[in-house]
């Protein structure tokens, strides 16, 4: 299958060949020519598949076709989870849309809103936007949704797990009846059909690995004491001498120390979270694309949507809470075509968390050990005691000769 064969005009296939792709992703494959036909499409694909081609390519190909001359009113509206992902769409809409007289602008939060007022009045074809901005910007009348013909939710799983539903209902308000409407999640639970069913109008199904991982992710386990995480990191990432490494975190809080931590090892990194301003979560991600920043520590509503090419690492320092971030985190790495590895550093605190992970996914991860990082560390002591408690606080004789070489080893490094 070639991009030719989908329908695309040259103006678009120009820009696509630019961007090396040979062929069409599954996802592109089959939602393209659905979505050229004016279909509603409900698809079931997670970052990393292409997904946002998938819609972007056929949206840009009817906006051109059917131009308004004069005024421009939206007519194509992309609502995204996260500042991340919107502006990651907003820089895809204009790389495959370069040879087209389109106009487009990404709005969020967390920036001034006067810039953004500007732009619209000057009129738009494509406005990406996050929830509550968008309805702040027509709350102060400085968009007008009302000649929308194309609805793209992008990420719809995460939109709700953010607790974007009534954010999204105020916005439906705005739209018109008549218009396409495309809804693309990783996930598809009850929540998420009981939204399409309210939106989508007679969608077709686009299923791509739904709940599975990507297949050129390698994935492996160590088992390792909560203690010891940090330790085994810096040792992954110097013995394997890692230069770009997306590392997860449970707080922002843990990602802060963990930066710092690193930091102290010698190991250029950088947080990203929702307590960063905007310019520092940009200076982050573009310290981390040149290659300046060698880790970055993200939590996963900051990750959401991070489109980095060719991320070769994805190590989970925590694991998630919710079995489908797992899914998301290593959907990072392995992009199209594209070969990665998940770590996953797991302790004993955490063996439901894999398992329940393990069940999703429908298979077991391979367990990887590093000389001088025990497994039996990371499980539970004698009397609910854990083995992980501060080092200081546990007497020599329960000390494992691995132990004592990292003893040794930290001693080294502190001195
Ligand atoms: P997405 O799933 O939309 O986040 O896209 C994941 C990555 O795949 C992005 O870095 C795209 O540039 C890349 N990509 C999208 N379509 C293709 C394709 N047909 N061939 C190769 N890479 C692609």
């Known amino acids: 299958m070639t991009f030719d064969k989908l329908g695309l005009c040259e103006e678009i296939l120009r820009a696509v060949r630019e961007q090396g792709y040979r062929s069409p992703t599954p996802v592109q494959a089959q939602a393209i020519p659905r979505i050229l036909e004016g279909r509603d499409i409900m698809a079931g694909a997670q970052t990393g598949t292409g997904k946002t081609a998938g819609f972007t390519l056929p949206m840009l190909q009817l906006m051109q076709k059917n131009r308004p001359s004069g005024q421009r009113p939206v007519r194509v509206l992309v609502l995204t989870p996260t500042r991340e992902l919107a502006a990651q769409v907003g820089e895809s809409v204009a790389t495959y849309g370069k040879y087209l007289s389109l106009r487009s602008t990404v709005v969020f939060g967390g920036v001034g809103i006067q ?180 880790v970055l520590v993200a939590t996963d509503i900051a990750a959401r949507g991070l489109d980095i090419d060719q991320l070769p690492h994805v190590v989970n320092y925590e694991l998630p809470n919710v079995p489908e971030d797992y899914v998301h985190r290593i959907g990072r790495t392995g992009r199209a075509g594209r070969s990665g590895e998940a770590m996953s550093l797991v302790s004993a605190e955490e063996m439901k968390l894999l398992a329940g992970i393990e069940k999703l996914i429908r298979r077991k991860v391979p367990v990887a050990e590093v000389e001088g990082f025990d497994a039996a560390a990371s499980v539970p002591e004698e009397g609910g005691r854990r083995s992980d408690m501060p080092r200081a606080r546990r007497g020599s004789a329960a000390a494992s000769p691995a132990r004592r070489r990292r003893r040794r080893r930290s001693a080294v490094a502190r001195g």
């Open 115 to 294: 810039p953004q007022i500007s732009k619209l009045r000057r009129g738009i074809d494509i406005l990406v936007a996050t929830p509550g901005r968008l309805l702040d910007l027509a709350g102060q009348g400085a968009v007008d949704l009302s000649q929308v013909e194309m609805l793209v939710l992008d990420e719809a799983d995460r939109m709700l797990d953010m607790g974007f539903i009534h954010d999204i209902r105020r916005v439906m308000k705005l739209l018109p009846d008549r218009r396409q409407n495309l809804l693309f999640s990783a996930t598809f639970s009850n929540d998420i059909k009981k939204l399409a069913g309210g939106i989508l109008h007679k969608p077709v199904l686009v299923e791509v690995a739904r709940n599975e991982t990507a297949g050129q992710v390698s994935q492996v386990v160590h088992h390792v004491a909560k203690s010891q995480k940090r330790a085994l990191l810096s040792h992954l990432i110097s013995t394997g001498d890692w230069r770009q490494v997306l590392v997860f975190t449970r707080t922002k809080h843990g990602a802060n120390r963990l930066t710092e931590q690193l930091g102290r090892d010698g190991i250029q990194a950088a947080a990203i979270h929702g307590n960063k301003s905007q310019t520092a979560r940009t200076r982050a991600l573009a310290g981390f694309k040149s290659g300046d920043v060698r």
